[in-house]
């Protein structure tokens, strides 16, 4: 006799899951095969459009957590979605940190923009240490966080310059005309 293959009770079931899941287990699998499917759905549907990045963010983690708790189902051999839920995680943690990327190349071009049109040495600084602690914290939602060095390295050089200019400067100005 075959056995349910989330609870081991007797097995029935129809269709895809004859033979596989007990009455019970059926309906409720279908349930949350349903209502996983909708939101991963909805998901990927806003991935496609523009949205901000933390929307995105927060969408694409969706989808993975939804693909994550469907993801006991396809071990078992059951039959989920197209394509299937490991398929779904593999390609969205790769987006997942492609978004992330994004956000990092965007948050580097804005705080170097704003650095070059800051009208004080000081402000220019704290643009950029502003600038650090956003890559910072992007580099914490990546798998691989060195990928956000160089960007690191670009305002960090940019600091250094204004500093150096800075430095400059005052050197000229208290030497006086010669
Ligand atoms: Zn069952």
Redesign the pocket.
Same mark, same amino acid.
């Given at each position: 006799m075959d056995v *349910?293959? %989330? =609870?081991?009770?007797a @097995?029935s079931g129809a269709g895809a899951e004859a033979g596989k %899941? =007990? @009455? !019970? *287990? !059926?309906a409720s699998f279908r349930d949350e095969l349903a209502r996983r499917a909708r939101v991963i759905e909805d998901c990927r549907a806003l991935l496609l459009r523009d949205a901000t990045f933390p929307t995105r963010l927060a969408h694409c983690d969706l989808l993975l957590d939804n693909a994550r708790l469907l993801l006991p189902y396809e071990d078992k051999g059951l039959e989920t979605l197209e394509p299937p839920p490991s398929d779904l995680l593999r390609r969205y943690e790769v987006q997942r940190e492609r978004i992330v990327m994004e956000a990092v190349t965007a948050y580097t071009e804005l705080a170097s923009l704003r650095a070059e049109h800051a009208d004080s040495i000081e402000a220019k600084v704290d643009t950029l240490v502003t600038g650090l602690r956003r890559l910072d914290g992007l580099a914490r939602e990546l798998a691989d966080p060195s990928q956000v060095a160089p960007f690191e390295q670009t305002l960090m050089i940019l600091a250094h310059e204004a500093h150096l200019d800075d430095l400059v400067l005052r050197k000229v100005g208290e030497s006086g005309p010669s």
């Open positions: *349910c293959r %989330l =609870c081991g009770q @097995a %899941l =007990c @009455a !019970a *287990c !059926a």
